[in-house]
């Protein structure tokens, strides 16, 4: 059961950690983060910025919310189930964002392959038809 709980947290862990960090929604927040990243002169808060754009770190503070929210230990049930449940999660969850922005990836490429097809050939169509015609393409 233990490890339901894991795969279920590190699911929702990894689907927040990723809404906020990638997705359009949130665009705007996450650019205002990224500027203060960059730009503010202070580490501290260069720092905390930061972590709202980066997947990796935001995922920390995720899992550390739902951790404590749900007081899920894992194997332990003492203080070192939190830790071990917390890292646990993080490791889970990263690898779930991993798996997905791969498959987004292949999703584009396959987009962009398609496109790529479909347009040499109407332009083969194009090139048949100017043939036929005797008329010239610009």
Known sequence: ???????????????????????????????YCARRA?????????KCYYVVTCEYCFSHWV???FVALTRYRLLLDDWRGYLLSFFAV??????????????RQEV????????HKEQAIELTRQLQEGE???????
């Not at 960059?38 to 260069?46: G, S």
């Not at 490791?91 to 791969?102: D, E, I, L, P, T």
């Open 90 to 103: 993080v490791a889970v969850a990263n690898f779930y964002m991993s798996a997905f922005g791969r498959l």
């Open 108 to 115: 584009k490429r396959e987009g962009l392959e398609a496109k």
């Open 132 to 138: 036929t015609d005797g008329a010239r393409l610009p």
């Open 38 to 46: 960059q730009d503010d002169p202070r580490t501290v808060v260069r």
């Open 63 to 65: 899992a550390l919310g």
């Open 1 to 31: 059961m233990q490890l339901v709980w894991l795969a279920v947290l590190a699911l929702v862990v990894a689907c927040v950690a990723w809404t906020v960090t990638h997705e359009d929604l949130l665009r705007e927040p996450r650019e």
